[in-house]
């Protein structure tokens, strides 16, 4: 068994930065992909970075030169910087891993292994 644990979230302006953390624990190896994707309130559950088993990272356009994916292997931690944030309201990041599918695929809902998300909420 997986566990992912999302932290970082919180209220910000827009232009402003936060950092999320995604820890992964128990049965944890290298193969695993992962990725982050966010929800609106009312909205479907979109990708919006992720990191693929060789290294390999992506961005969605939407947040292209504003988000940056990276990933700790030694400590087992996605982040997840997000710069000149856009007031674009309340949503949850979630953070998500499989050994199977890969990750970059904005749709991939359909992934192995899911955190419980955490809040991010960007006002005007």
């Known amino acids: 068994q997986v566990q992912l644990q999302e932290s970082g979230g919180g209220s910000v302006q827009a232009g402003g930065s936060l950092r999320l953390s995604c820890a992964a624990s128990g049965s944890w190896t290298m193969t695993y992909c992962m990725a982050w994707f966010r929800q609106a309130p009312g909205k479907g559950r979109e990708g919006v970075a992720a990191v693929e088993r060789d290294g390999t990272t992506t961005v969605v356009n939407s947040v292209k030169g504003r988000f940056t994916i990276s990933k700790d292997s030694a400590k087992n931690i996605l982040y997840l910087e997000m710069n000149r944030l856009k007031p674009e309201g309340p949503a949850t990041y979630y953070c998500?891993?499989?050994?199977?599918?890969?990750?970059?695929?904005?749709?991939?809902?359909?992934?192995?292994?899911w955190g419980q998300g955490t809040q991010v909420n960007v006002s005007s």
């Open positions: 998500a891993a499989d050994r199977h599918w890969r990750c970059g695929n904005p749709s991939a809902t359909y992934l192995e292994v």
